[in-house]
């Protein structure tokens, strides 16, 4: 697994962990303090900010997870990604996909995401 996917990976798991201790922890190692998250539906800075959009999407999605797709790809200090928010073994109603930009130390400094597909409930 090269960095991209690592951050991509680790970034997915966070947006799936439900534990709060845990997944706070998990945003520390990964984001910068000062890290920054974008999409249509949010712009929030800051480990507790970010925690607490996570916690919403999972409240409003309870029995939904997030997923990638396909390949991870990155260059310099930037990655993008696809994915899927859905319940286990079906499809999957909310995708799009997100761009990190990481700093020299490999942490998330901001996330960029992009909604290709939203229910119109959401």
């Not at 962990?17 to 998250?37: I, K, N």
């Not at 073994?89 to 990190?100: E, H, N």
């Amino acid at each position: 697994m090269n960095q991209y996917e690592d951050v991509a990976t680790r970034y997915i798991a966070s947006w799936n962990e439900t534990d709060p201790a845990v997944r706070r922890a998990t945003l520390e190692g990964l984001w910068a303090s000062d890290g920054r998250y974008t999409d249509p539906l949010a712009d929030v800075q800051g480990a507790d900010d970010i925690d607490a959009t996570i916690a919403a999407v999972q409240g409003q999605f309870p029995t939904f997870r997030f997923r990638l797709v396909g390949r991870v790809d990155g260059h310099g200090s930037q990655c993008r990604f696809a994915w899927e928010l859905g319940p286990d073994g079906a499809d999957a109603p909310v995708a799009g996909f997100d761009v990190a930009v990481l700093t020299p130390d490999g942490k998330v400094q901001t996330v960029l995401g992009f909604l290709d597909r939203v229910p119109a409930a959401v």
